[in-house]
């Protein structure tokens, strides 16, 4: 896959801005022009004259540098390279560009840019959990800006958690994926979050998916360039960066609305559709009469979302469907592969947390064979998931290719 042909990399305060020496290195090993702005923070760790040796380029550190700016003034360095990556983007940084400061040449070309900015996040795990940080990071991913997650693991302070900087090599993994174009001129379906199927005006049975899984799928189907339609259900997520977002709040609404998004090319099944809703929907609120009155319920099959994709005589190429299962994981979704006739199944074992948690490991399964991805960010499932969609797509254009 493809890397943008120049970057312009922004090195922020935190002890892990020696990795990205390495990852210029990277970068500029892979033909990659990389320049280089260095934060006040970001200088006590490394040096400009260290950066400038890998850059190959000069590297800015002040906003009002008048030879600088008689150079490149700030506007035209923050436009100069095809992306913005902040690596690694400090708490400091993250709180700043979520609330629109410019107080030095870093931030300041952060808002003056009018390309795509990523950033990879490293700090402590506490900063990192912290409900500031979370609401800064939810506030710039409604902005556009991509995230690369952090990794659990030690700390520089001593201590264990979430926070640590993306490894140099999976940056340059997110940056491949990120707009690459391998799936441009492919058109995905992707459906994610629970439903609710209405009791009466108030109630609804529904289920504890949160939408992350299905939500970083489509986004990363989006920067892999394909043409995305999400189908959700009830979420409290933003909509990813450029893909199209239509709500679906219960069964019959979500096939309905996949129906009349085909053809495509990708049909992703990830939400929790629901198995059956009530027999009837009462127009108004259901009363008890006193307090010791029973409730029974009569409850009629949905119908299914991907079972139903997968006979469609639009049938997309590729159908790939998730199972939610709680024993005999293996067991159970081979047999469901077959049965709803995707053509991949990934399978999750959500007896222990899934729904609603960040990280996920799943099995998948097609007809070549099982794999597991071990434990590990939604988001990264789904870059997996991606990169393995584009392998496919890249395999039948060489097989097809032959045999013309
Ligand atoms: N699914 C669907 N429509 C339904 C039910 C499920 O599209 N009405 C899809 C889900 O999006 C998922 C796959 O089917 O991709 C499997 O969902 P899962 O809940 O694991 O299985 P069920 O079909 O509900 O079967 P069971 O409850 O017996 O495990």
């Given at each position: 896959m493809?890397?943008?042909r120049s970057?312009?990399?922004?090195?922020?305060?935190?002890?892990?801005?020696?990795?990205?020496?390495?990852?210029?290195?990277?970068?500029?090993?892979?033909?990659?022009?990389?320049?280089?702005?260095?934060s006040k923070?970001?200088?006590?760790?490394?040096?400009?004259?260290?950066?400038?040796?890998?850059?190959?380029?000069?590297?800015?550190?002040d906003?009002?540098?008048?030879?600088?700016?008689?150079?490149?003034?700030?506007i035209?360095?923050?436009?100069?390279?095809?992306?913005?990556?902040?690596?690694?983007?400090?708490?400091?940084?993250?709180?700043?560009?979520?609330?629109?400061i410019?107080?030095?040449?870093?931030?300041?070309?952060l808002?003056?840019?009018?390309?795509?900015?990523?950033?990879?996040?490293?700090?402590?795990?506490?900063?990192?959990?912290?409900?500031?940080?979370?609401?800064?990071?939810?506030?710039?991913?409604?902005?556009g800006?991509?995230?690369?997650?952090?990794?659990?693991?030690?700390?520089?302070c001593?201590?264990?958690?979430?926070?640590?900087?993306?490894e140099?090599?999976?940056?340059i993994?997110?940056l491949?994926?990120?707009?690459?174009?391998?799936?441009?001129?492919?058109?995905?379906?992707v459906?994610s979050?629970?439903?609710?199927?209405?009791?009466?005006?108030?109630?609804?049975?529904g289920?504890?998916?949160?939408?992350k899984?299905?939500?970083?799928?489509?986004?990363?189907?989006?920067?892999?360039?394909?043409?995305?339609?999400?189908?959700h259900?009830?979420?409290?997520?933003?909509?990813?960066?450029?893909?199209?977002?239509i709500?679906?709040?219960?069964?019959?609404?979500?096939?309905?609305?996949?129906?009349?998004?085909?053809p495509?090319?990708i049909?992703?099944?990830?939400?929790?559709v629901?198995?059956?809703?009530?027999?009837?929907?009462?127009?108004?609120?259901?009363?008890?009469?006193?307090?010791?009155?029973t409730?029974?319920?009569?409850?009629?099959?949905?119908?299914?979302?991907?079972g139903?994709?997968?006979?469609?005589?639009?049938?997309?190429?590729?159908?790939?469907?998730?199972?939610a299962?709680?024993?005999?994981?293996?067991?159970?979704?081979?047999?469901k592969?077959?049965r709803?006739?995707?053509?991949?199944?990934?399978?999750?074992?959500?007896?222990?947390?899934v729904?609603g948690?960040?990280?996920n490991?799943?099995?998948v399964?097609?007809?070549?064979?099982?794999?597991?991805w071990?434990r590990?960010?939604?988001?990264?499932?789904?870059?997996?998931?991606?990169?393995?969609?584009?392998?496919?797509f890249?395999?039948?254009?060489?097989?097809?290719?032959?045999?013309?």
């Amino acid at each position: 896959m493809a890397l943008p042909r120049s970057v312009l990399l922004i090195i922020t305060g935190s002890v892990a801005a020696y990795k990205s020496l390495e990852l210029i290195r990277l970068l500029k090993a892979r033909g990659v022009a990389v320049t280089s702005i260095l934060s006040k923070g970001g200088a006590k760790f490394i040096t400009p004259l260290a950066v400038s040796s890998l850059t190959g380029t000069k590297t800015y550190d002040d906003l009002f540098s008048l030879t600088d700016e008689v150079e490149m003034g700030h506007i035209e360095l923050s436009r100069v390279a095809d992306v913005i990556l902040v690596a690694p983007a400090s708490a400091n940084i993250i709180a700043k560009m979520a609330g629109g400061i410019a107080d030095d040449l870093a931030t300041t070309a952060l808002l003056a840019t009018n390309k795509p900015v990523i950033i990879a996040p490293a700090m402590n795990h506490k900063m990192w959990h912290h409900a500031a940080t979370q609401r800064n990071l939810a506030q710039l991913k409604k902005d556009g800006v991509r995230v690369i997650e952090p990794t659990e693991g030690d700390m520089a302070c001593g201590e264990f958690g979430m926070g640590r900087l993306a490894e140099p090599a999976d940056i340059i993994k997110a940056l491949e994926q990120f707009r690459s174009g391998a799936l441009s001129g492919k058109r995905a379906i992707v459906t994610s979050g629970p439903t609710q199927e209405a009791i009466d005006p108030v109630r609804y049975i529904g289920n504890r998916s949160s939408g992350k899984q299905g939500h970083a799928i489509a986004e990363a189907l989006a920067n892999a360039g394909a043409d995305v339609t999400l189908i959700h259900g009830p979420v409290l997520l933003p909509t990813p960066h450029g893909v199209t977002a239509i709500e679906a709040h219960h069964a019959d609404a979500m096939l309905a609305a996949v129906e009349a998004a085909l053809p495509a090319d990708i049909f992703v099944g990830a939400a929790a559709v629901a198995d059956w809703r009530p027999a009837t929907t009462a127009s108004q609120k259901l009363k008890k009469q006193n307090m010791l009155d029973t409730l029974t319920l009569e409850f009629v099959p949905t119908l299914d979302v991907l079972g139903s994709v997968a006979q469609h005589k639009n049938r997309p190429t590729l159908v790939i469907g998730f199972a939610a299962e709680t024993d005999q994981v293996a067991v159970n979704a081979r047999a469901k592969r077959l049965r709803k006739q995707c053509d991949w199944l990934l399978a999750n074992d959500v007896s222990t947390a899934v729904f609603g948690a960040d990280d996920n490991e799943v099995l998948v399964i097609s007809a070549e064979g099982e794999e597991t991805w071990k434990r590990q960010s939604k988001a990264d499932i789904a870059a997996k998931l991606v990169e393995k969609i584009v392998h496919h797509f890249s395999a039948t254009k060489l097989v097809k290719g032959k045999s013309a």
